[in-house]
C-alpha cells in the first residue's frame, strides 16, 4: 500500500513536469545546438534535479547541467557585447569614416598648397625654384604632420622657412649678377635672417594665419579619434561577477525549464541591464557636451580660421615676403656685409629675377572641387548626422530591452523565477547613484576604464571650449587660458600679427581670400604694402605698379647697377 502510493507520487511529479514543460529537453538541446552554445552530446535528454546548479536553480526539475549553465554564462555575457557592438556600429563607422575622409582631405589640400607655392617660385623667380624645393617640401610636410597630432612647433617651422628663405632671394634677387655663393656665406645669411627681418612681419604674419586655421583642426582630429576610443572601450566593457550572473538568469535560466521561446519582463530586463551598464551611463553628460563642443568649434572654422583659404593663400605672403626683401634690397647688403662680410663669388649672370619679372600673369590651375567636398561642408554634414547620437549612452540600456531583448507589453514574460504576466518589483533609473535600490543586480561603483575615459573626455572637451589649450613651441596665442578655443588663437588682426602698419617697416594687408581650389588664381591678390622707405606697393593680378619717389627709384636702381658691376 505504501509503496502504491509513493509510485504514484513519483508519476504525479514527472506527469506535472511534462505538461508544465515538456516530456524531454529536445527543445532545449535544439536551441543550444543552432545557438552554438556548445557541444550537445553530453546534454541531459530528460529533466533531472539540478541541486548542483549555481544560478539557473529550480525546485522543479531541469534540462541543465552544471556544465551547461556555464556555457550559457559565456553565451549570455557575449551576446550582450554583441549587442552593444551592433548598436554602436554606426556611430563608430560615421566617425571613422569622416576621421579618413577629414584626413584624406588635409593631405589633399596641403599638396595643393605646397603645388601652388612651387608654381610661384617656377613662374616668378625661376633661378630660385629648384633649390627653394626642398624648404617648400620641409615646410608642408611640417604643416601636415602638425594637423595630424605630431608634435612640432609652428613658429618654429615657420621661421625655419623663412629662414633657408633668405640666402635664396638674397643670392638670386638682392644681389643677382653674382652667382655660386660660399656654403659659409649662405649659411650666415641664413642665422642672420631673424635679426635682419629682411621679410618685414611677414613671418609673424604667417605664423599667426596658419596657427589660427591649423590648431582648430588638429583640435577637431584628435576629438575624433577619442570618439572612436570611447566607442571602442565600452563596446569590450568587462562585466563583474554580479552582472554576468544576472545576465545569464536573464537570458538563459529559463531555457532550464524548457522556455526556450520566453522574454523577460520589460522592467526586469531594465533593472538588469541598467544595472550592468550603469558605468556606461556615467558617460552621457560628457558625450553631451562633446557633441556639443564639437559643433561650436565646428561652426567657428571659417574665415581666418578655415584651414583651406589659409592654406590656398599661403603661397601669396611667400611672394609679398620676396617683394619686401627685393624692395629693401641695398639696405639689406649693407646689414649682410656688415653681419657675414663681403661674399667671395665669381661673377655671373643676373638671373632675371628682378622686381618687374613679378608683371607676369601666374595663373595656378587647379581641379575644379564641387561645394559639398570642401572640408567646412563635410565637417557640417558629418556634426549634422553625429548630433542623432547625443543620447547614445544616456539610453544605451533601454534601447537594448526595447528594440531587443525584452517581450512586448500584454505578453507573458520571464521575471528571473517564472513566468508571469507582468514585473512587480521597483524598477530603478540609469547611472551609478540609481543602482543603490536595484533589486536583480549590485552595482559597487564605476568601472575603472570607464573613469579613464571620462577623464579623457573631459580633457578633450576642455580643448574644444579653448580651456585648456596646449603650448606648441612659443607661440602665445595658444597656451592655456580660458574663453573660446578660436578666441585664444586668433582675436582680432592686431600689431602683433602684421595686419596693421605703426611704421618701422610694418605692412599694410587687405587680402582678398580665394575661394576653395579655383579654376584660376592669380598669386598677386589685391594688397597694399607699406616699406620702411615710405614706399606704396600695390598689387591687383598680375599687375605690380610701384609709386615712390623717382630719385629713389633711380638711386635704388644705381645701387643695383653698382652691385653687380663690383
Known amino acids: 500500500m505504501d509503496s502504491g502510493w509513493l509510485l504514484s507520487v513519483v508519476f504525479a511529479v514527472v506527469i506535472g513536469f511534462s505538461l508544465e514543460t515538456a516530456p ?14 556548445g557541444p550537445v552530446k553530453s ?25 551547461m549553465e556555464e556555457r550559457y554564462q559565456v553565451a549570455a555575457r557575449n551576446d550582450i557585447q554583441h549587442l552593444l557592438q551592433t548598436s554602436s556600429s554606426s556611430l563608430k563607422f560615421l566617425i571613422s569614416r569622416n576621421v579618413a575622409a577629414f584626413q584624406e582631405t ?69 644681389n643677382p649678377g653674382l652667382t655660386d655663393i660660399a656654403l659659409d656665406y649662405a649659411e ?72 526556450t521561446q520566453s522574454k523577460p519582463c520589460m522592467g526586469y530586463c531594465l533593472n538588469v541591464v541598467r544595472g550592468c551598464l550603469a558605468s556606461m551611463a556615467e558617460i552621457d553628460t560628457h558625450w553631451r557636451e562633446y557633441i556639443k563642443s564639437l559643433e ?12 583651406e583659404q589659409v592654406l590656398l593663400n599661403l603661397h601669396s605672403l611667400v611672394n609679398d615676403a620676396v617683394m619686401y626683401a627685393q624692395i629693401n634690397g641695398p639696405k639689406l647688403s649693407v646689414q649682410v656685409n656688415k653681419a657675414c662680410g663681403h661674399p667671395s663669388r665669381k661673377p655671373g649672370h643676373s638671373s632675371g ?18 561645394s559639398e567636398e570642401t572640408l567646412a561642408s563635410r565637417r557640417k554634414e558629418f556634426i549634422s548626422s553625429l548630433r542623432l547620437y547625443r543620447t547614445f549612452y544616456g539610453g544605451l540600456a533601454d534601447q ?38 536595484n533589486p536583480e543586480v549590485k552595482v559597487k561603483g564605476t568601472d575603472p576604464m570607464i573613469n579613464q575615459i571620462i577623464d579623457k573626455l573631459k580633457h578633450v572637451n576642455q580643448l574644444l571650449q579653448g580651456k585648456s589649450i596646449p603650448k606648441y613651441g612659443s607661440l602665445d596665442m595658444i597656451e592655456t587660458g580660458s574663453g573660446d578655443l578660436l578666441d585664444q588663437v586668433s582675436g582680432d588682426c592686431d600689431d ?42 600695390e598689387t591687383s593680378g598680375s599687375e605690380i605698379t610701384v609709386k615712390t619717389n623717382l630719385v629713389t627709384f633711380h638711386l635704388i636702381n644705381v645701387a643695383t647697377l653698382l652691385l653687380s658691376v663690383w
Not at 524531454?24 to 552554445?37: A, M, P, S, Y
Not at 612640432?152 to 635664396?168: A, C, G, K
Open 24 to 37: 524531454n529537453c529536445d527543445e532545449v538541446r535544439k536551441v543550444f545546438q543552432l545557438r552554438q552554445i
Open 43 to 67: 546534454l541531459p535528454e530528460i529533466p533531472r534535479a539540478g541541486s548542483d546548479l549555481q544560478v539557473c536553480s529550480s525546485k522543479s526539475l531541469t534540462c541543465c547541467t552544471k556544465k
Open 106 to 174: 588635409f593631405e589633399t589640400l596641403i599638396r595643393q598648397a605646397e603645388n601652388y607655392t612651387n608654381t610661384l617660385f617656377h613662374t616668378t623667380y625661376r633661378n630660385m625654384a629648384a633649390e627653394a624645393a626642398a624648404s617648400v617640401r620641409e615646410l608642408f610636410t611640417d604643416i601636415g604632420l602638425f594637423v595630424l597630432g605630431s608634435e612640432v612647433s609652428i613658429e618654429e617651422f615657420i621661421n625655419r622657412f623663412f629662414d633657408s628663405l633668405f640666402p635664396l632671394v638674397y643670392n638670386h634677387l638682392i
Open 188 to 259: 650666415c645669411t641664413r642665422m642672420a635672417r631673424r635679426d635682419l627681418n629682411p621679410f618685414g612681419n611677414i613671418p609673424k604674419l604667417a605664423v599667426g594665419q596658419i596657427g589660427r586655421s591649423l590648431l582648430p583642426s588638429r583640435v577637431f582630429l584628435q576629438a575624433l579619434n577619442l570618439g572612436i576610443e570611447v566607442i571602442n572601450t565600452t563596446d569590450h566593457l568587462q562585466y563583474t561577477k554580479e552582472c554576468n550572473r544576472a545576465l545569464l538568469k536573464m537570458q538563459y535560466c529559463p531555457h532550464c525549464q524548457g522556455l
Open 296 to 307: 561650436e568649434l565646428s561652426d567657428g572654422m571659417l574665415g581666418t580660421h578655415d584651414i
Open 353 to 370: 629675377g628682378q622686381l618687374e619679372d613679378n608683371k607676369r600673369d601666374l595663373t595656378l590651375k587647379a581641379p575644379q572641387r564641387e
Open 400 to 437: 537594448l530591452c526595447v528594440s531587443e531583448l525584452a517581450a512586448a507589453d500584454g505578453l507573458s514574460c520571464w521575471n528571473g523565477a517564472d513566468v508571469v504576466k507582468s514585473y512587480t518589483l521597483r524598477v530603478v533609473g540609469n547611472g551609478i547613484k540609481a543602482q543603490s535600490g
Open 496 to 537: 602683433e600679427d602684421g595686419c596693421a602698419g605703426s611704421g618701422s617697416g610694418e605692412v599694410k594687408k587687405e587680402t582678398k581670400i580665394s575661394k576653395w581650389i579655383p579654376d584660376k588664381m592669380n598669386v598677386d591678390v589685391k594688397r597694399t604694402q607699406q616699406t620702411e622707405d615710405g614706399e606704396t606697393l
